[in-house]
């Protein structure tokens, strides 16, 4: 176990995530193959995903946005790639949308809320 995770505040069970907006962002002019349109988007708080009303999301796009999300939701090096490169490109290859992720905000969840599995004393 490394030495971070030794000492444990099981009083302070709190940590923070960010949550995120996902938005398409359409070059204009191009065709759009997957159904989206310039400023379709979702919100990420916590592990709860919203659309907004009416509003649906290819699952070709969120297929290749999700593996990203859980690292973007938290804190990173200022000098890290996941902390500076936001957009990701629509996995059609021949579709020229991306995928824009913002970080906009900050969240305080606590362990005890999302786990059964406790804290290491």
């Known amino acids: 176990m490394s030495d971070s995770h030794r000492n444990v505040d099981t009083k302070n069970d709190s940590f923070q995530l960010y949550d995120l907006r996902v938005e398409v962002i359409c070059p204009p002019g191009e065709r759009i193959l997957c159904g989206a349109k310039a400023g379709d ?10 659309l907004p009303p009416g509003q649906g ?6 297929a290749a946005v999700l ?9 990173t090096h200022p000098n890290d790639w996941m902390t500076t490169d936001g957009e990701i490109a629509c996995p059609d290859p021949h579709c020229k949308s991306r995928l824009k992720v913002e970080r906009i905000g900050l969240r305080t969840f606590r362990h005890s809320e999302v786990t059964v599995v406790p804290l290491d004393k």
């Open 67 to 75: 593996p990203l999300l859980a690292a973007k939701q938290r804190a």
């Open 41 to 50: 988007h979702f919100t990420l708080e916590g592990e709860m995903l919203h």
């Open 57 to 62: 999301f290819s699952i070709y796009s969120l």
